[in-house]
Nanobody, 126 residues
Framework: QVQLVESGGGSVQAGGSLRLSCATS????????LGWFRQAPGKEREGVATIDRDGSTTYVDSVKGRFTISQDNAKNTLYLQMIGLIPDDTAMYYCAAKPSAYPDYTCRPTSRFIYWGQGTQVTVSS
């Protein structure tokens, strides 16, 4: 089982930057896929970015060029560096994890993530 705890959220004006962190427990899966998701009030949860153990990444089109997902395997920490924030980025951000193993070895936003953090709020004002 993987435990995740997000931090780094806050309020920022449009054009500002934030870096979210997700501390993960040491997992025993041979390969784990990690992702960032967000959900705004009244809207469905949206996959923002994913990163696999080998460092391969995916991004939703709306954040490409502005957000960067990364991981520090030595620290068991996942990051989401966000620049050029816009009001539409306002949401609760969650980190999540899933094994990249049989029967589901995929690592993309639509993959079935089974471990979730509690969320950290990001608010972007205009």
């Amino acid at each position: 089982q993987v435990q995740l705890v997000e931090s780094g959220g806050g309020s920022v004006q449009a054009g500002g930057s934030l870096r979210l962190s997700c501390a993960t427990s040491k997992y025993k899966y041979s390969r784990v896929c990690l992702g960032w998701f967000r959900q705004a009030p009244g809207k469905e949860r949206e996959g923002v970015a994913t990163i696999d153990r080998d460092g391969s990444t995916t991004y939703v089109d709306s954040v490409k060029g502005r957000f960067t997902i990364s991981q520090d395997n030595a620290k068991n920490t996942l990051y989401l560096q966000m620049i050029g924030l816009i009001p539409d980025d306002t949401a609760m951000y969650y980190c999540a994890a899933k094994p990249s193993a049989y029967p589901d070895y995929t690592c993309r936003p639509t993959s079935r993530f089974i471990y979730w953090g509690q969320g950290t709020q990001v608010t972007v004002s205009s």
